[in-house]
């Protein structure tokens, strides 16, 4: 029997993971209502945008970390393992090799969500998504 406090923690990182996800498919789409996936280039509607992680999100310490997580199509993140070498040029081209760096760094560190962090980033990310959706008319 899974205790209910865990129970409560994983429905919270669901919220979050959803949460997150569309906050970072927003933040990455243009106003044309298109993305260019992070690892391949190609140029998609937003509809077809995952949030792929650079770092597997099993990694807590960068599950929710802006510059680890990136508009991707879904052929890269679902079909192509994430295209981790293409993604690794995009997140080059776009943040710069010290923090493609610090991302690898960091994939070794421990993190551990607490409820009341669970609820300020769900709570942070919502009224993100609703500034970009007004912002971008999306």
């Given at each position: 029997m899974i205790p209910r406090r865990k129970g409560k923690r994983n429905s919270l990182m669901a919220r979050l993971d959803n949460t997150f996800s569309e906050y970072i498919r927003l933040r990455d789409a243009r106003r044309d209502g298109t993305f260019v996936c992070i690892s391949c280039?190609?140029?998609?509607?937003?509809?077809?945008?995952?949030?792929?992680?650079?770092?597997?999100?099993?990694?807590?310490?960068?599950?929710?970390?802006?510059?680890?997580?990136n508009a991707?199509?879904?052929q890269c993140n679902r079909y192509d393992e994430g295209n981790i070498q293409g993604y690794r040029r995009g997140l080059i081209a776009k943040y710069g090799e010290p923090v493609v760096l610090w991302l690898e760094a960091m994939k070794h560190e421990t993190?551990?969500?607490?409820?009341?962090?669970?609820?300020?980033?769900?709570?942070?990310?919502r009224k993100e998504v609703k500034r970009i959706k007004a912002e971008k008319q999306l």
């Amino acid at each position: 029997m899974i205790p209910r406090r865990k129970g409560k923690r994983n429905s919270l990182m669901a919220r979050l993971d959803n949460t997150f996800s569309e906050y970072i498919r927003l933040r990455d789409a243009r106003r044309d209502g298109t993305f260019v996936c992070i690892s391949c280039g190609k140029i998609k509607p937003y509809e077809q945008a995952d949030c792929g992680h650079y770092i597997n999100r099993q990694h807590m310490s960068l599950r929710y970390s802006e510059k680890n997580c990136n508009a991707q199509c879904r052929q890269c993140n679902r079909y192509d393992e994430g295209n981790i070498q293409g993604y690794r040029r995009g997140l080059i081209a776009k943040y710069g090799e010290p923090v493609v760096l610090w991302l690898e760094a960091m994939k070794h560190e421990t993190k551990k969500i607490t409820e009341f962090e669970y609820k300020a980033m769900i709570d942070h990310y919502r009224k993100e998504v609703k500034r970009i959706k007004a912002e971008k008319q999306l």
